[in-house]
């Protein structure tokens, strides 16, 4: 539905050039909840901007429902954004305007409809965002989430193919980000709406989206299935941006370790069950089969949209045979296995892991 194709944006500063976006390509399908995730900086708002021309990329193309939009006059562009709504993270309402009033102007804005034809529009855009009863309200007496709420009916009001959201959820508390998020997938699946994101937060990206692009310095480092992304990120951005959602705490887990003694060896394993494995018990399984001792030193188990999936910190002590052992079986189970000693420091047994492996 929409390909970006070398998009570059590039700004003149006091004569100083800075690059926005360097080299975006990207595909995003008919019907997908897509996540554009970075730091703040990184480009996002530029290149969500792109996708409906607010923002005029330096060169290359975007493409959507197959014309490069990039090439359209001013009449064309208006026409454009009708296909395409756009959610704020500050909202954007009409302080002097009803709700209704507020989701009706994108439909006045047109000239195509009658004053009954639109009040019939607004009141299902009402219900289709759980806001009848407060319809004549300002947006003043309204809470974050209700505001929000407001600028989704908006930005859904002429029918749009494709919904653009900047941060949508940035400035509202985790349960009312939840239940906007609920609404935008509900949306999705209604409607068969395709909706680009973007964020700094991982949890939107888990709780919504099918595909992510991670981009750091203007530029795409990452790009894949969420549930592949989130479990085995692979770009450093996307690492710290994981670990902080997992709440990852490298200083516990360094003081639970026991770190290897004498001849025997420690290793720090990170184990993903994916989907169905995830309720099997493999790993008491494998330790019955074994000698070494396998600690649990953090555990979740979690959802990703509608995957399931468990993740485990273990601790595995023991001689280089028996490691070797149950790292086989790990492998031949379905198990994803990845080797976090690096992130045990200042460990004399660390050490000796460290000369083993080399
Ligand atoms: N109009 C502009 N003029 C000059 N530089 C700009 C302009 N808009 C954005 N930039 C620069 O482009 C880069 C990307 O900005 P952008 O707003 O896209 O980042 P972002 O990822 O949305 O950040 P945030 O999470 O803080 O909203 C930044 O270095 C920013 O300073
Ligand atoms: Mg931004």
């Given at each position: 539905?929409i ?11 006091q004569?100083?050039?800075?690059s ?7 595909d995003?399908a ?16 530029t ?13 290359g193309?975007?493409?959507f ?7 359209f ?31 009706e ?5 047109t ?35 209700q505001?929000?709420r407001?600028g989704?009916?908006?930005?859904l ?25 609920r609404?935008?997938?509900?949306i999705n ?14 949890q ?14 203007g ?7 969420v549930?592949e ?6 770009h450093?951005?996307t690492?710290s ?10 200083s516990l ?5 026991q ?41 979740v188990?979690?959802r990703?949209?509608?995957t399931p999936?468990?993740?485990l ?6 001689e280089?045979n ?11 189970a ?19 892991t ?5």
């Amino acid at each position: 539905m929409i390909e970006i194709a070398q998009l570059e944006k590039h700004y003149q500063v006091q004569g100083r050039q800075i690059s926005a976006l360097r080299n975006i390509n990207l595909d995003i399908a008919q019907g997908e909840v897509f996540g554009i995730i970075g730091r703040s900086g990184a480009g996002k708002s530029t290149l969500l901007r792109a996708l409906n021309l607010l923002e005029r990329p330096t060169s290359g193309k975007v493409v959507f429902e197959g014309e490069d939009i990039t090439q359209f006059n001013t009449q064309q562009l208006q026409e454009l954004r009708q296909r395409i709504g756009m959610v704020f993270q500050h909202f954007n309402l009409l302080s002097a305007k009803t709700v209704a009033q507020n989701i009706e102007f994108p439909l006045k804005l047109t000239g195509k409809y009658t004053a009954q034809q639109r009040a019939s529009r607004v009141a299902e855009l009402l219900d289709l965002v759980g806001l009848q009863e407060h319809a004549a309200k300002y947006p003043a007496q309204l809470s974050g989430g209700q505001k929000q709420r407001v600028g989704i009916a908006r930005a859904l009001a002429n029918y749009p193919h494709l919904l653009l959201c900047d941060e949508a959820t940035s400035a509202l508390d985790p349960e009312t980000t939840q239940a906007i998020l609920r609404l935008l997938l509900d949306i999705n699946q209604k409607l068969g709406l395709t909706i680009v994101l973007i964020t700094h937060e991982m949890q939107v990206i888990r709780s919504i989206c099918d595909r992510v692009a991670v981009i750091d310095g203007g530029e795409i480092v990452e790009t894949g299935n969420v549930v592949e992304v989130f479990l085995h990120p692979r770009h450093a951005v996307t690492q710290s941006l994981v670990a902080e959602n997992q709440a990852l705490d490298l200083s516990l887990l360094q003081e639970l370790s026991q770190r290897g003694q004498g001849s025997s060896l420690s290793y720090l394993l990170r184990l993903t069950y994916v989907g169905s494995a995830t309720h099997e018990p493999i790993l008491s399984r494998i330790a019955s089969q074994t000698k070494a001792e396998i600690t649990i030193l953090q555990g979740v188990i979690a959802r990703i949209k509608n995957t399931p999936y468990g993740q485990l910190i273990v601790e595995l002590l023991g001689e280089e045979n028996e490691i070797d052992a149950v790292l086989k079986l790990l492998g031949q189970a379905d198990i994803r296995v990845d080797v976090l000693n690096h992130l045990l420091t200042n460990s004399a047994a660390h050490s000796q892991t460290q000369a083993q492996e080399k």
